[in-house]
């Protein structure tokens, strides 16, 4: 009896595999053959799913991306405004694993070689923007420092705390992230 | 007449051609023969050189992180503690080309999977580390906060202005760079 695969089952497994390979090793790594082999498969049982390289990470990125911001996006209904703002921040860098990480480094650095990658990074940053400038509208004219700057040291902040695990030769936990930012909203009286 | 080429420009141009091709595409595309491919030689050309990949990485690698060193290290002997931290701190950060911060984005992502490159990284590291905290040492009794978070901010703010030039769709000129650091220059009022 031949082994069915459901479909479905047969394309996450593949776009899984696609973030795997950047995580660990950039996207110059994913080559179709490269992804077959991970799945223990041919490059057919790509190209039965995807017509070329470029809609494969398209797909792949595209549905990390998603569930980035489901994670990141949920609601905090009965939060006041700073602390909704925390709390998005937070979300975004106190991660579940190394794994999301290294997807959005090796995704930073892609971008800049492949246009496919810039489109979904892109895409993804205009949501986070809007997110934080639309939480930064309420709080702005408490502070002393210019919305525009504030948003800038935000999105640094989230940068460089995902990238100094890996500029470190551990990853930082959680807890030394959570410090950090801490005193940063003591300083910002956020 | 055979065409003689001085040992060290050869060297040098080797170890040039490994930066460029990691800033372009990252170190899992620095391969023997895409160095040899670059510099318009052969392999042989290259190994005459360097008897593996693994020598040519952390020759080029650590010529270049020499050079970053002797940029950022510059002494200021007229500054005074707070005035000589801001200095280090935006010598690091305020680049003077795209290439630069593209190699350092590369070895912070290949040393996850080189070891070579987690030596170089972690040297240093080990060395930017300690000019940031021996002048803390002068400043931290003076701060609200405590002298290890505020090196983690300081190590987290260079990482993060570094990578926002990719993360957003154009690198982040010196000027918008340089106005977030006088705003956390303020918030810290160092």
Redesign the interface.
Known sequence: MPRTVDRPDRQFQIEEAVIDLAA???F??VTMRAVAGRISGSTTAITHYFDSRESLLRSAVRREMNRAREQIGLRNRDLDDPAALRAFVERTVLRPNERSD?FW??L??G???ENVL?EE??GF?AWWDQQIRSRLIQLAPLQ???SE?LA??L??????????G????APWPNQ?RQ??LN??W???DI
Request: proline share 0%.
């Open positions: 660990e090793s950039g110059s790594a290294r480094l090796a930073v650095q971008a800049g070689n810039r990074l892109d940053n002393s420092m210019d700057v800038d040291l999105d640094v902040l989230v940068d460089g705390l995902i990238v100094a890996f500029d470190d030769s030394r410090r950090l005193a940063v003591r300083l910002l």
